[in-house]
């Protein structure tokens, strides 16, 4: 159990799909952050959000769309999704948006057919 | 530039020590944090360090030096359940994490 709850935990979905990721933080952290892990490549900032404002968006394109209603639950809306979007798309809170420790969830693995 | 290098693979012999590296090169500096991610788990946070020297914990100790932009992560009595990857992380004056590819190790019995 690591306090931060990531489902589903596998998905595939053709191009032309719509779909939803969702995560929820239960440690009372202020900052949200979505990740995306290909193999063998360094982990790369999606989205953050702090205290429900988005505060980063590293270039990511408009087909993933985030969401954070409260500062415990945060979406990534997926849809027209390509093949190279297959990957490991890994949730994380922190208390602050500063250097305080990530805690992240198991992470969703998704295949893009 | 924002560059971090670690071994992308090492091996050890279970109950031995084994030391991983890392060097960075990041505009602003605001701390160094290594991870250890099982295989198809979660990252987990391991250490965070800020200023030079070493810190113990336990089997895993960090260390740093700022002026060399360089960081190891030092495991001893190696089990293996340390069999995993771990992670290098630098947070930029934005504080925004610098990640590296991760150095996978492999622990022999």
């Known amino acids: 159990e690591t306090g931060v709850t990531q489902t589903p935990r596998h998905l595939v979905m053709g191009m032309t799909n719509k779909k939803s990721l969702k995560c929820e933080q239960h440690l009372g952290h202020n900052a949200m952050y979505w990740y995306k892990q290909s193999a063998k490549k360094p982990l790369e900032l999606m989205f953050v959000y702090n205290f429900k404002e988005q505060t980063e968006n590293n270039s990511v394109p408009s087909r993933f769309s985030p969401e954070c209603p409260n500062s415990s639950h945060l979406f990534l809306h997926l849809h027209t999704l390509q093949p190279e979007d297959s990957a490991l798309y890994l949730c994380a809170s922190s208390q602050d948006g500063e250097a305080s420790p990530l805690h992240f969830g198991n992470g969703t693995r998704l295949t893009v057919t | ?109």
């Open chain 2, 1 to 109: 530039g924002q560059n971090i290098d670690q071994p992308t693979e090492m091996t050890a012999t279970e109950g031995a020590i084994v030391q991983i590296n890392c060097t960075y090169q990041t505009s602003g500096f605001n701390g160094l944090f290594w991870y250890q991610q099982h295989a198809g788990e979660a990252p987990t946070f391991l250490s965070y360090n800020v200023l030079d020297g070493l810190e113990e914990k336990g089997r895993f100790s960090s260390f740093l030096s700022r002026s060399k932009g360089y960081s190891y992560l030092l495991l001893k009595e190696l089990q293996m359940k340390d069999s995993a990857s771990y992670l290098c992380a630098d947070m930029d004056s934005n504080y925004q994490l610098i990640w590296g590819a991760g150095t996978k190790l492999i622990i022999k019995p």
